[in-house]
Protein backbone atom coordinates (compact mmCIF):
# COMPACT_ATOMS: atom_id res chain seq x y z
CA UNK A 1 0.00 0.00 0.00
CA UNK A 2 1.40 3.62 -0.78
CA UNK A 3 1.08 6.27 1.55
CA UNK A 4 0.95 9.64 0.24
CA UNK A 5 2.84 11.92 2.02
CA UNK A 6 2.06 15.94 2.73
CA UNK A 7 5.49 17.77 2.34
CA UNK A 8 4.19 20.87 4.06
CA UNK A 9 3.16 19.09 7.10
CA UNK A 10 4.98 17.94 10.23
CA UNK A 11 4.79 14.05 10.49
CA UNK A 12 4.53 12.46 14.10
CA UNK A 13 6.08 8.94 13.33
CA UNK A 14 5.82 8.14 16.69
CA UNK A 15 4.93 9.65 20.09
CA UNK A 16 7.64 12.66 20.42
CA UNK A 17 9.14 12.07 17.33
CA UNK A 18 8.38 14.02 14.01
CA UNK A 19 9.58 13.59 10.71
CA UNK A 20 10.25 17.44 9.53
CA UNK A 21 11.47 16.08 5.51
CA UNK A 22 10.20 16.92 2.29
CA UNK A 23 11.26 15.42 -1.20
CA UNK A 24 14.12 18.02 -3.30
CA UNK A 25 12.93 17.03 -6.05
CA UNK A 26 15.12 19.29 -8.26
CA UNK A 27 18.25 17.84 -5.97
CA UNK A 28 16.75 14.53 -6.89
CA UNK A 29 16.62 13.60 -3.27
CA UNK A 30 14.98 13.68 -0.03
CA UNK A 31 16.26 15.45 3.10
CA UNK A 32 14.83 13.65 6.23
CA UNK A 33 15.66 15.68 9.46
CA UNK A 34 13.81 14.89 12.83
CA UNK A 35 12.45 16.50 15.93
CA UNK A 36 12.31 14.41 19.10
CA UNK A 37 10.59 15.94 22.42
CA UNK A 38 10.77 14.62 25.55
CA UNK A 39 10.26 15.55 29.22
CA UNK A 40 10.19 19.74 27.94
CA UNK A 41 13.66 19.43 25.60
CA UNK A 42 13.63 19.42 22.28
CA UNK A 43 16.30 18.05 20.12
CA UNK A 44 16.73 18.86 16.41
CA UNK A 45 18.70 15.81 14.03
CA UNK A 46 19.88 17.27 10.53
CA UNK A 47 18.45 20.02 9.79
CA UNK A 48 19.00 19.97 6.28
CA UNK A 49 21.35 22.19 4.41
CA UNK A 50 22.60 26.01 4.93
CA UNK A 51 20.35 26.90 2.24
CA UNK A 52 17.57 29.14 3.26
CA UNK A 53 14.69 27.95 1.10
CA UNK A 54 15.95 24.50 3.12
CA UNK A 55 15.88 26.27 6.47
CA UNK A 56 12.67 27.76 6.11
CA UNK A 57 10.91 24.41 5.44
CA UNK A 58 12.28 22.64 8.89
CA UNK A 59 11.35 26.15 10.15
CA UNK A 60 7.62 26.34 9.24
CA UNK A 61 7.23 23.03 10.67
CA UNK A 62 8.96 23.28 13.66
CA UNK A 63 6.87 26.20 14.85
CA UNK A 64 3.98 24.04 13.60
CA UNK A 65 4.66 21.60 16.80
CA UNK A 66 6.57 24.12 19.23
CA UNK A 67 7.60 27.86 19.73
CA UNK A 68 11.29 28.65 18.59
CA UNK A 69 11.67 30.21 21.75
Do not use: C
Request: charged share 30%.
Amino acid sequence: MTVKIDPEKAIEIKDGIWWLGWPDEDAGFSNNPYLIIEEGEAVLIDPGSRLDRHWQWVKKKIESIIPLD
